[in-house]
């Protein structure tokens, strides 16, 4: 069936050094991957995203690579700060969802950025 | 702005009893999406409901959960009988067009089932 994945569940960075959180996923077929950060006690917030006819995009600090040959993709935030600790999620849109937005999450990993 | 607002943020409930839980969409937003986190787990698709209409119910439960979003008022997930595995986090998405890729997500409501 349809997984998302991530490779490790907790990522621990020295300030701003850079990051970099990965994620696997099975469906080749799913055209659309995002990433969300969510903070202790809130809900999943908007990071990035990218489609499946891109293999990088870029936004203020951070980057998005996808990889369809191997089905990866991961989340780089440069000069990695405090405010960025949080869990962040992949999720992709799954195949036959564009009209329903169905997303299916990865489990999650935990940045902890050290001061 | 007031964002997607859910209400209430925290609900204890005993086992046997019901819960409902509010989700008002963003202004203008006339889709909701309803997800539930289970403790160190990732969110997981329960429902898509458009103004009366339930869109995609394919991640409901078959029993005890359901889901409204009338033409007045707030998005309400009902869950009936409640059993301790129900407890998690329920978040409440809206977007403005149908099915959108970027949804907006509330701050979820917490549900203890003693």
């Known amino acids: 069936g349809e997984s998302v994945g991530l490779h490790l569940p907790t990522l621990s960075v020295q300030e701003g050094d850079n990051s970099i959180i990965n994620c696997a996923y099975s469906n080749s077929a799913s055209d659309y991957f995002i990433w969300y950060k969510q903070e202790s006690g809130k809900g999943p917030q908007f990071i990035i995203d990218i489609r499946s006819n891109m293999d990088k995009r870029q936004g203020q600090r951070v980057t998005v690579l996808l990889n369809k040959t191997v089905k990866h993709l991961s989340l780089q935030i440069a000069a990695t700060q405090p405010g960025d600790s949080a869990v962040y999620f992949c999720a992709e849109k799954g195949s036959g969802s564009s009209n329903t937005g169905k997303l299916i999450f990865g489990q999650g990993t935990t940045l902890q950025v050290k001061p | ?114």
């Not at chain 2, 086992?15 to 937003?29: D, N, T, Y």
């Not at chain 2, 409901?49 to 309400?76: H, V």
Request: overall charge positive; some cysteine; proline content about 6%.
């Open chain 2, 1 to 114: 702005n007031a964002g997607v607002m859910q209400n209430p943020r925290h609900l204890v409930r005993r086992r046997g009893q019901e819960a409902r839980l509010r989700c008002s969409p963003m202004k203008g937003h006339s889709h909701v999406y309803w997800y539930r986190q289970l403790p160190e787990e990732g969110l997981k698709f329960m429902v898509y409901l458009q103004k009366e209409n339930i869109i995609d119910e394919s991640g409901m439960p078959k029993e005890r959960f359901s889901a409204e979003f009338p033409k007045e008022g707030p998005s309400i997930l009902r869950i009936q009988q409640v059993v301790r595995g129900d407890s998690a986090a329920y978040f409440c998405a809206s977007s403005v067009t149908p099915g959108a890729n970027v949804l907006t997500f509330g701050a979820g409501s917490r549900l203890t089932v003693l």
